[in-house]
């Protein structure tokens, strides 16, 4: 089992699709590195020796921001524009969608299960 970035590549893809499971590589990073590699996009991950793991490896961690780095790079400009007070900063700090969906139905994803509306105790009155 080929394991790059931290990540267990699964077996029986072709290594082309493989590594798009590793954040930070889609299609397109994914045929430039195995350019770079040398490697062709049309073996399986099984069928990789370790010297083209190997190789890989070192052009994913030269080149390109995987994982971790990714994800706290964007978490990092998310946290920007709420520092900043941005309308999208605001729209993140609320849980609403920030990129002018409508929230009077749907955008259920953002704001979480609906609330039931709970009845108001009643107040026994003195006659």
Do not use: C, W
């Amino acid at each position: 089992m080929a394991r790059i970035a931290g990540i267990d590549l699964p077996k029986n893809k072709r290594i082309e699709v493989a590594l798009t499971y590793i954040v930070g590589v889609g299609r397109t990073t994914s045929k430039k590195v195995l350019a770079a590699s040398r490697v062709n996009p049309d073996l399986r991950t099984e069928a990789l020796t370790e010297e083209q793991v190997g190789e890989i490896r070192k052009v994913i961690e030269a080149n390109y921001p995987v994982e971790g780095e990714v994800r706290r790079q964007f978490s990092q400009s998310i946290k920007r524009l709420m520092d900043l007070g941005t309308y999208r900063g605001l729209r993140h700090r609320k849980g609403l969608p920030a990129n002018g969906q409508r929230t009077r139905t749907n955008a259920r994803t953002r704001k979480g299960p609906r609330r039931a509306a709970i009845a108001g105790k009643k107040v026994a009155t003195k006659k």
